[in-house]
């Protein structure tokens, strides 16, 4: 089955300040990857997603990139601001096989004021 | 997009006992999945919640142990069953195939945090 490796577990940044987190993946048949938020205490938020026929995609101060050929993807957030402090979770799934999603590890991001 | 709700929003049960958690969309859907989060931890697929038929479990995870039913498109339980500490998480429904967005796209209730003495 899929396995999603997400790195780091950990970032601190100032405020103002880009933000990268990356995961892999290892089923070459996996073709959706979403990202999500998730605030202490809440529910993980779909925040932006990417599907295996685009390479990038942008939404205002967030980004994510793909790349098939090495099976990473990665969300990139600029002008990072501290309400952007939350746990990032990663995910990948091959829609062709019943939509389940593999979720990576979370990256626990904290932006400084 | 859809909303979604979950009874209850938490609980403390003893070992040994069950506890039913259900799910409710306000709109149907073509999918509806079950998700743990352990504390501090990412989230792991219980299973798939098929209408009408029986539920598609993942690995490590039986029906004996989390029986769920789907009687429509809108509704779904999760039952975790004899209870053990080690059962105390978050619990978190999912829906994707609502109306007006792409059919990928999964969305989560607001979670059950179980705990089991």
């Known amino acids: 089955g899929e396995n999603v490796e997400q790195h780091p577990s950990t970032l601190s940044v100032q405020e103002g300040d880009s933000a990268v987190i990356k995961c892999t993946y290892s089923?070459?048949?996996?073709?959706?990857f979403p990202w999500y938020k998730q605030e202490l205490g809440k529910r993980p938020q779909l925040i932006i997603d990417?599907?295996?026929?685009?390479g990038e995609k942008k939404d205002q101060r967030i980004a994510v990139t793909l790349n098939k050929t090495a099976k990473h993807f990665s969300l990139h957030i600029t002008e990072t601001q501290p309400e952007d402090s939350a746990v990032y979770f990663c995910a990948a799934s091959d829609a062709n096989a019943g939509n389940m999603l593999t979720f990576g590890g979370g990256t626990r991001l904290m932006v400084k004021p | 997009s859809a909303v979604i709700s979950q009874k209850p929003s938490r609980d403390i049960c003893q070992r040994g006992t069950s506890l039913t958690i259900q799910c409710q969309v306000d709109?149907?859907?073509?999918?509806m999945f079950w998700y743990r989060q352990q504390p501090g931890q990412s989230l792991t697929l219980i299973a798939t919640?098929?209408?009408?038929?029986?539920?598609?479990?993942e690995s490590g995870f039986v029906i004996d142990k989390f029986p769920i039913s789907r009687p429509n498109l809108t509704f779904s339980t999760l039952t975790v069953s004899n209870m053990s500490p080690e059962d105390s998480s978050i619990y978190l429904c999912?829906?994707?195939?609502?109306?007006?967005?792409?059919?990928?796209?999964?969305?989560f209730g607001p979670g059950t945090r179980l705990t089991v003495l």
């Open positions: 999912s829906v994707a195939g609502t109306s007006g967005r792409p059919y990928n796209e999964q969305f």
């Open positions: 089923d070459s048949a996996s073709n959706y």
């Open positions: 990417i599907r295996s026929n685009v």
């Open positions: 709109s149907q859907v073509t999918m």
């Open positions: 919640a098929n209408q009408g038929s029986e539920a598609t479990y």
